[in-house]
């Protein structure tokens, strides 16, 4: 089977630009969830989408937002990018939906903001 | 807002040294999470422990869930360079969201 893919792996943006990030998870996983990790916050729950409904949410503000598709594949979007934004966004897709499930993580994509 | 506290945060030791990282919070979690993460890759799932008290132990690895499900332990015998890596645990609240450490970044020189 294969694993969660990410897309892109890296991604170079200036502040104010918004950015979209894919991740499609392991085929029969109908959950995934999103999460960021920086060296000074460590990992950090954004979202999480089951049958392309959002079950939870972490404290992120408005900019961050999400969506998942019929065939569970998920998107993130940022918008107006701060230079704080930079950062390894990573997703994770589990069979069901929780964070009880086992969760199986992609490489993620490194965003950096100039 | 839950907190895990990781300690310590780095930790470099020679091949067949042991070691043990620590998991600490004031809230309860329903379970604990232990993942391994290395360099351009996503955490792996090591073991979950759900039960207070609860030991589980993986080759090499321990795992232990304190009594009071508020914190957890991660003891590793005769340490290996593959060992190295960043070690994060990560505790489901009641909200089923998994709420992680700051990690903990092993290397373990030959």
């Known amino acids: 089977k294969a694993g969660v893919t990410q897309t892109p792996r890296y991604l170079i943006k200036t502040r104010g630009q918004q950015v979209t990030l894919s991740c499609s998870p392991i085929?029969?996983?109908?959950?995934v969830s999103w999460y960021q990790q920086t060296p000074g916050q460590g990992l950090q729950f954004l979202f999480e989408y089951f049958s392309e409904t959002q079950r939870n949410k972490g404290n992120f503000p408005g900019r961050f937002s999400g969506r998942q598709f019929s065939n569970s594949r998920s998107e993130m979007n940022v918008s107006t990018l701060e230079l704080g934004d930079s950062a390894l966004y990573l997703c994770a897709s589990s069979f069901a939906h929780g964070g009880g499930e086992t969760q199986y993580f992609g490489p993620g994509t490194r965003l950096l903001v100039l | 807002t839950q907190l895990l506290e990781q300690s310590p945060q780095f930790l470099s030791i020679q091949e067949g040294e042991n070691l043990t990282v620590y998991c600490n919070s004031s809230s309860v979690f329903s379970s604990l999470q232990w993942y391994r993460q290395e360099p351009g890759e996503g955490p792996v799932l090591l073991v979950t422990v759900v039960t207070g008290g609860e030991v589980k132990k993986l080759k090499r690895l321990t795992f232990q869930f304190g009594d009071a499900r508020k914190d957890s332990s991660l003891h590793i015998t005769a340490a290996q360079p593959g060992d190295t890596g960043l070690y994060l645990c990560?505790?489901?609240?009641?909200?089923?969201?998994?709420?992680f450490g700051g990690g903990t970044r092993l290397m373990v020189k030959p």
């Open positions: 990560a505790g489901l609240n009641a909200g089923n969201m998994l709420t």
């Open positions: 085929s029969g996983h109908r959950s």
